[in-house]
Nanobody, 115 residues
Framework: QVQLVESGGGLVQAGGSLRLSCAASGSITSINHMGWYRQAPGKQRELVAG???????NYADSVKGRFTISRDVAKNTVYLEMDSPKPEDTAVYYC?????????WGQGTQVTVSS
C-alpha cells in the first residue's frame, strides 16, 4: 500500500505564495503518476496538476502560469508551488498517487486565500 502525507496548507494572502508537499511511503514502486486535486465547498473535486514518472506535467487551465508541480525523486515527494494565488483557489487540496490502476489519496490540506 501507498501512504501519502500532505503538508504546507494554511492561510495565504492573494498574490502571495504557498508550497504544498506530499510525501509518499510504503509500496511506492511503480507509482506512475502523482499530483493534486482540490475541492471547494459545494463544488466537485477537480484536477489541479499532475506529474508522471517521466516528469511530464499537466495543469488545469485555471492555474497555468501560477502553479508549478515538481518532484524530488530521492525524497519520494511531490510539491505544488502556488504563486499569486487567488481567493477562488481556496479549497481542500488532496494529493494523489496512481500505481497502475489504483489511486491513493492523501488526507487533504486546507488552503485559504484571503483577498
Amino acid at each position: 500500500q501507498v501512504q501519502l502525507v500532505e503538508s504546507g496548507g494554511g492561510l495565504v494572502q492573494a498574490g502571495g505564495s504557498l508550497r504544498l508537499s506530499c510525501a509518499a511511503s510504503g509500496s511506492i514502486t511503480s507509482i506512475n503518476h502523482m499530483g493534486w486535486y482540490r475541492q471547494a465547498p459545494g463544488k466537485q473535486r477537480e484536477l489541479v496538476a499532475g506529474i508522471t514518472g517521466g516528469g511530464s506535467t499537466n495543469y488545469a487551465d485555471s492555474v497555468k502560469g501560477r502553479f508549478t508541480i515538481s518532484r524530488d525523486v530521492a525524497k519520494n515527494t511531490v510539491y505544488l508551488e502556488m504563486d499569486s494565488p487567488k481567493p477562488e483557489d481556496t479549497a481542500v487540496y488532496y494529493c494523489y498517487a496512481r500505481k497502475l490502476v489504483i489511486i491513493t489519496w492523501g488526507q487533504g490540506t486546507q488552503v485559504t486565500v484571503s483577498s
